[in-house]
């Protein structure tokens, strides 16, 4: 399986810009999308195919990236940026999620 | 406005058997692939099983292959996941989705999700 892997956890204050990355064991295209979870909610989508912004979602959120390396930005962050983020690839079977990268507001 | 509601959760021993529900609203339910994705306490996510929009299709990890059963019923806007011979490892909280492409594709990313039910397989 594709192993999609995401530092554990970040710290930035209110009104910075933050990217937080996934790195594919193997090329997965642009095969990535990236969700936020806020504590004891269910996962929402922000972006799909790599870069391509969710309806409803936004425009400080922003994804970037192909083959193994993949962003997603926000800028600014503002304190309800609180959440964990995980990234997934749909490009290899079966489809594999990140194990999270929780955003912490200073 | 799409809403996703599960249903069915609980505390059940190993071995044994449970069978989820999920309501849905808000969309035309029969155009869309859905899937089930689960999330172990403070774990990760991960990918449990999708259905085509008709029920034609259906697909599993590996782990869940033989044990666990997605259905669907259009003309009740449900679908439905039976899991059978349930592990320690299958405790979890499981996410209905769906699927974003329309008719008979997939995009294997979900763009809805419900608030999720707790199954937990204990002795």
């Known amino acids: 399986d594709t192993v999609l892997t995401q530092s554990p956890a970040l710290a930035v204050s209110p009104g910075e810009r933050v990217t937080i990355s996934c790195r594919a064991s193997?090329?997965?295209?642009?095969?990535m999308h990236w969700y936020q979870q806020k504590p004891g909610q269910q996962p929402k989508l922000l972006i799909y195919?790599?870069?391509n912004l969710e309806s409803g979602v936004p425009a400080r959120f922003s994804g970037s990236g192909s083959g193994t390396d993949f962003t997603l930005t926000i800028d600014p962050v503002e304190a309800d940026d609180t959440a964990t983020y995980f990234c997934q690839q749909s490009w290899n079977d079966p489809n594999t999620f990140g194990a999270g990268t929780k955003l912490e507001l200073k | 406005e799409v809403q996703l509601v599960e249903s069915g959760g609980g505390l059940v021993q190993p071995g044994r058997s449970m069978k989820l529900s999920c309501a849905a609203s808000g969309f035309t339910f029969s155009n869309y692939g859905m899937a089930w994705v689960r999330q172990a306490p403070t774990k990760g996510l991960e990918w449990v099983a999708t259905i085509s929009y008709d029920g034609s299709s259906t697909y599993y990890r590996d782990s869940v292959k033989g044990r666990f059963t997605i259905s669907r019923d259009n003309a009740k806007s449900t679908l439905y996941l039976q899991m059978n011979s349930l592990r320690s490892e299958d405790t979890a909280t499981y996410y209905c989705?769906?699927?974003?492409?329309?008719?008979?594709?997939?995009?294997?990313?979900?763009?809805?999700w419900g608030q999720g039910v707790m199954v937990t397989v204990s002795s």
């Open positions: 195919g790599a870069s």
């Open positions: 193997e090329s997965v295209s642009t095969g």
């Open positions: 989705t769906r699927d974003p492409y329309y008719g008979y594709d997939y995009a294997w990313y979900f763009d809805y």
